[in-house]
């Protein structure tokens, strides 16, 4: 069974730094694309960011750019996401997703954590 | 970035009929890579469709979903009562990955 589990959420100050992690199990990780999907309290979800096989490969939304980054151990089947300069508009839940395919980075994501809040406020 | 738009924003309907679910393209989606989610109240997103229209492992027959470039939609044959949710669809062509705002199909 697949299992993605969360962890790291809470509450940060803006401007401070959080780092979520993603505990995966149940598949073989290295043969997946990882992602990173928020969605703010009573909002839609929002794509974040992409994380090649080997992590030689990474992607990001616009409103992360520059601030986020995202990276994997395979060794330890574990997805990050280091957030800096944190905004108001960063508080939402953040879920680790996996991509579907093996054989190309463009696939949807089939199994979803069940997310991390992260609240940034003074 | 391709942005998507889904409508209705809500469709009201009762258990045993047919939901009609839109998902417009700003540009064609290559591949048809286009995938719809099921969201319920407290739960995480649940993948249903890929590929604009092949069913995810596990989904009933009664979800379907057609069409190609700009253009596509999701149809539930009869709603169930656990069917009652928010759909959203996202496109996985090119980067940035990009989701709808989602429509509620909530129980007339």
């Known amino acids: 069974e697949v299992q993605l589990v969360e962890s790291g959420g809470g509450v940060v100050q803006p401007g401070g730094s959080l780092r979520l992690s993603c505990e995966a199990s149940?598949?073989?990780?290295?043969?997946?694309?990882m992602h990173w999907v928020r969605q703010r309290p009573g909002k839609g979800l929002e794509w974040l960011s992409f994380?090649?096989?080997?992590?030689?490969?990474?992607e990001y939304a616009d409103s992360v750019k520059g601030r986020f980054t995202i990276s994997r151990d395979n060794t330890n089947n574990s997805l990050h996401l280091q957030m800096s300069s944190l905004r108001t508009e960063d508080t939402a839940f953040y879920y680790c997703a996996k991509g579907q395919d093996t054989t190309t980075w463009y696939g949807p994501l089939d199994s979803w954590g069940q997310g991390t809040l992260v609240t940034v406020s003074s | 970035e391709i942005v998507l738009t889904q409508s209705p924003g809500t469709l009201s309907l009762s258990p045993g009929e047919r939901a009609t679910l839109s998902c417009r393209a700003s540009q064609s989606v290559r591949g048809n890579y286009l995938a719809w989610y099921q969201q319920k109240t407290g739960q995480t997103p649940r993948l249903l469709i890929y590929g604009a229209s092949s069913r995810a492992t596990g989904i009933p027959d009664r979800f379907s979903g057609s069409g190609s470039g700009t253009e596509f939609t999701l149809t539930i044959s009869r709603l169930e009562s656990e069917d009652f949710a928010v759909y959203y669809c996202?496109?996985?062509?090119?980067?940035?990955?990009?989701f709808g705002q989602g429509t509620k199909v909530e129980v007339k």
């Open positions: 996202q496109q996985y062509s090119n980067s940035p990955w990009t």
């Open positions: 149940g598949f073989t990780f290295e043969a997946r694309t």
């Open positions: 994380i090649s096989w080997s992590g030689g490969a990474t």
